[in-house]
């Protein structure tokens, strides 16, 4: 096999999740290895996905609105896997900007205003360093970072890549409650 070949095989699994009907992989299926803005025209139901290569938000609802989950690479047999409260998938995207360094910083007010605080590691219980469990705006200035409703990585998720985020509904939150922060990395 030529050099090139090679480096087309790998190229194409660097970005890619199948979405199955079925539980256990099962049933019809689509590949992605884009964004897509309504899977609904592929599947009308999600109850397995395979995250073949790269990060991945999937949403219930069409053009990336909804409840939001937050995919790396590895097998999803069933929706409970992925924290799903249903088999409704209707679109999805990459997340470009994992990286390898991270940093934001929290307001306690919308547009920047009143007590902040910079983050750089993982925060398992968030109200244990800031004074309360609400956060109304947001800077991520290196890396993409996840943000659960409650303590210890549950509940709702919402992803926040680089970039400013003047409140709460910009990150597709519908309460300004932050539970626990996880920085994306690789494994």
């Not at 053009?63 to 992925?82: H, K």
Request: proline share 4%; charged share 25%; glycine share 8%.
């Amino acid at each position: 096999m030529a050099r090139e070949d090679r480096f087309n095989i790998t190229f194409i699994f660097l970005f890619q999740i199948i979405f199955y009907e079925d539980r256990n992989f099962q049933g019809r299926f689509h590949e992605c290895d884009n964004d897509s803005s309504d899977l609904h025209t592929y599947l009308s139901r999600c109850n397995s996905i395979r995250v073949e290569g790269g990060f991945w938000v999937i949403y219930e609802r069409p053009n990336y609105m909804g409840y939001q989950y937050v995919l790396s690479p590895g097998e999803y047999p069933d929706y409970q896997r992925w924290l799903g409260i249903n088999d409704t998938i209707r679109s999805c995207r990459i997340i470009r900007n994992v990286g390898n360094s991270w940093r934001l910083k929290v307001w306690e007010k919308p547009n920047f205003e009143g007590q902040s605080m910079e983050v750089t590691d993982n925060m398992p219980v968030f109200h244990e360093r800031w004074h309360s469990r609400e956060v109304h705006s947001c800077k991520v200035f290196e890396g993409a970072w996840i943000f659960y409703e409650h303590p210890n990585y549950r509940g709702h998720m919402y992803l926040l890549e680089r970039g400013e985020y003047r409140r709460h509904t910009e990150w597709g939150g519908m309460q300004p409650i932050v539970g626990s922060i996880r920085r994306l990395k690789e494994h």
